[in-house]
C-alpha cells in the first residue's frame, strides 16, 4: 500500500569484525586458562617427584642397628657401681648413600679416653636420657669393623662399632675390661645421684645428618655386672 512503513525499520546487527573480535577474545582466555592449568600441572608433578626423590633419599640414608647393645659397668670414683659406657653396633639400611659418621672423639685404650678428635666435624649426634637426667650430646668414638675403606663414611658393605660415653671428666671410673682408670670427657652425666645402676630405663637417640632417627631402649639388669648384653 502506498505510504506504509517497512515492518523492520532498524538495521543495525553484529558485523564480522565484531564476530571476529569476540572469537579472539575467546581463544585468548582458553589459551591463558589451559596454560595456567598446564603450568600448575607440571609445578605438581615437579614438586610430587621432589617429595619422591627426597623420601628415596631419606631411606638410603639410615642407620639400621645390628645386634646387641652392650653396655659397661665400673666404679666410680673407687665406689658405686655404674654404666660409663654403652655400645651397639650399626649399618647402613638399603645399602644407600653414605652416611657420616665422624666422630668428635677418639679412644685409643689410655687411661683418659675419650680423646677431643682436634679438627673433626662430627655431623652424627647422640643425645642420652632417662627418668632423671637428659644430655643433649653425649661424645661418642666409632669403630668401623670388617670391610673399611678409612675413611668415616659409613657405605653399603661397611658395619661401624659406635660407643657412647655417658660420663662427664669430673669423676674416674675403674674398669677391668678396658683401662685400669679412666675419666671420660665432658658433655656426659656429671652428678653421681643421676648415674645409671640397676634397673634403670634409658634411652640413646642417634641422629644422623641425614635419614630417620634411631631410638634404643633398654633397661639394665638388676645386678651389674662388667659386660652386660642388653639385647
Partial sequence: M????PLISDQRGITGLETAIILIAFVVVASVFAFTVLSTGIFSSERSKETVFSGILEARSTLEPRGSVIAFAGKIDGATSTVFKISFIVSNAVSGEPIDLTP??????SGDDPDIASGNEQATVISYNDAGVAVNDLPWTVNFLGDDDGDF?????????????LLTRDHTVTSVTTNDSLKVLSAGISSL????????????????????????KRTLPVQLDTVMDLN
Fill in 2 to 5: 502506498a505510504g506504509q512503513k
Fill in 104 to 109: 668428635g672423639y677418639t679412644a685409643d685404650g
Fill in 153 to 165: 663414611l659409613l657405605e653399603g658393605d661397611e658395619i661401624a662399632e659406635i660407643t657412647a660415653w
Fill in 193 to 216: 645421684t643421676d648415674i645409671l645402676g640397676a634397673n634403670d630405663k634409658f634411652t640413646l637417640e642417634i641422629k644422623p645428618p641425614s635419614g630417620a632417627v634411631i631410638n634404643l
